[in-house]
């Protein structure tokens, strides 16, 4: 009878610690999951203000200069998929107001423009090349309209809405709704050549707005300096903080009572807030150029740059969004495509071989079987190591079996059970002594850690703590290819 009961408590703390950890705070949804697995997409500028050589156009464009001699969508995709991009986001109206495909909204269109005789839909032609390269597809309409008449006006937000329905309806399933901060000022306005102010807590009626997207695109991460879905990194340099975390309570800006796009407390977005009322985590927009649009006379980022903001995006929880600028041509010029095809290289270079791939993992503690080290290096994203619920700090000791020389340390937490972890601290084995080489905060999605010297090491030690059971999804240590 004792043994009986001995085996029933038996199996009572096995099936127990084979139950996954219970989540911890704000969780991603499902599109934030989608849109976390992606790490790198593009931002494409591409309007008559291309052909004017300025950033922001100010609306009064003759719809004729915008006249491509060979607008080509397919290299444009082609190469921003060889630089490791996974999506492309259209700015299909930027602040001049000149829409990209034949919208029933305004007659300021592609239209009335010389490209394929006025039948042209350019939102069209790039959602069907990224389509067809496997990148997914999303949209950015700007809602200041420097050539509207009526912006300023309640009627303006009629049309703006009327475009989104147009553009979520039309243009398939998309990732990303994108939205900017700028918010009035002069314009063209109809021939007005007036500054107008709009009230930016109100004018956009957000809340209403934002539910068109919902309901048409429940799959699109809709992106502003306060989320709903994914945040502004606070900056257009491509970085967010060391510390970040993929949760933030948004805050109003300095004497406001409300946070709204253009108008928060957006100093808190590159590291966000640990414990943050909503899952909410970065996305670092930043052009491969100095300008959104392109310029004769600039240059693209180089390859080692561009290398620098991934670790300093996708490497703390964050994801890259790369400004693509096509030329008059409409196409990306040579020097972008061989510094995008130079830069996709770099990457999967550098992270094709885990050099842990067949190290000895030891844990401090191991939640059962399901929850083994082994799943630190699955390459998937899905399975993780974890602790039991009580055990909220934990060691792995990973025996690398010989001396490994690497200068990139890569931890992934298991986010669908939240941002779990406080703190880390990381120690090589180095000539005959542990030596602590790192301490860190924030993981979440990925956290890579590079130095600028590379280590040689035969175990490493990992410390992990959190305010409850830990989670890690994956473990790796690379060396920068060159
Ligand atoms: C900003 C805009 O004002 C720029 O022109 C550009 O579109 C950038 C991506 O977002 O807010
Ligand atoms: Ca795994």
Redesign the pocket.
């Known amino acids: 009878m004792k043994q009986f009961f001995l085996f029933l408590s038996f199996i009572a703390i096995n099936t127990f610690a084979q139950n996954p950890p219970k989540p911890y705070g704000e969780l991603p949804s499902k599109r934030q999951l989608a849109w976390h697995e992606i790490e790198m997409y593009g931002?494409v500028?591409f309007t008559p203000t291309t052909f004017e050589n300025k950033?922001?156009g100010y609306g009064d464009a003759d719809p004729k200069t915008f006249n491509p001699t060979n607008f080509n969508a397919d290299q444009i995709v082609k190469a921003a998929k060889a630089g490791g991009l996974k999506g492309i986001v259209l700015?299909a109206k930027?602040?001049d107001g000149f829409a990209l495909w034949p919208t029933k909204t305004t007659d300021y269109s592609i239209t009335k423009s010389p490209f394929r005789n006025g039948k042209g839909d350019l939102v069209k032609e790039m959602e069907m090349a990224a389509r067809k390269n496997g990148l997914k597809f999303g949209l950015?309409c700007?809602p200041?309209d420097r050539n509207n008449s009526k912006y300023g006006t309640a009627e303006y937000l009629k049309i703006y809405q009327a475009q989104l329905k147009e553009l979520y309806s039309n243009y398939g399933e998309l990732f990303m709704s994108?939205h900017?901060?700028?918010n009035g000022g002069d314009g063209y306005y109809g021939g007005a050549k007036e500054k107008r102010s709009i009230d930016n807590t109100t004018y956009y009626d957000w809340t209403n707005t934002w539910k068109i997207t919902r309901n048409l695109q429940p799959m699109a991460n809709i992106f502003s300096d306060i989320g709903w879905d994914v945040r502004w990194a606070g900056n257009?340099d491509g970085s967010v903080n060391e510390t970040s975390w993929a949760t933030i309570t948004p805050e109003p800006a300095k004497g406001m009572s409300v946070a709204v796009p253009g108008q928060s407390n957006y100093e808190i977005n590159p590291s966000g807030t640990r414990n943050g009322k909503f899952w909410m985590p970065a996305e670092c927009?930043v052009?491969l150029r100095q300008g959104?649009?392109f310029h004769p006379n600039e240059k693209p980022k180089s390859v080692a740059k561009l290398f620098d903001l991934y670790l300093k995006s996708v490497g703390r929880g964050a994801n890259l969004d790369l400004?693509l600028a096509p030329d008059t041509r409409g196409q990306l010029h040579e020097d972008d495509v061989a510094n995008l095809k130079a830069f996709g290289e770099l990457v999967s270079n550098t992270f094709t071989n885990n050099l842990a791939q067949n190290a000895q993992f030891k844990a401090s503690n191991t939640r059962g079987k399901n929850y083994a080290t082994t799943a630190l290096t699955d390459k998937n994203n899905g399975t993780y190591w974890a602790t039991a619920d009580d055990v909220h700090e934990a060691q792995l000791t990973i025996d690398l079996k010989k001396s490994t020389t690497f200068d990139i340390i890569s931890l992934q937490e298991f986010i669908p059970l939240g941002q779990r972890i406080d703190s880390f601290m990381i120690e090589v084995f180095e000539n005959n002594q542990w030596k602590k080489v790192y301490t860190g905060t924030s993981i979440g999605s990925k956290r890579l850690i590079k130095f600028d010297t590379p280590i040689t090491a035969n175990s490493i030690k990992v410390m992990l703590k959190a305010p409850v059971a830990i989670t890690l999804s994956e473990f790796g240590l690379y060396k920068q290819a060159n």
């Open positions: 931002l500028h950033e922001w700015v930027h602040h950015y700007s200041w994108w900017d901060g700028a257009e927009d052009p959104w649009f400004g």
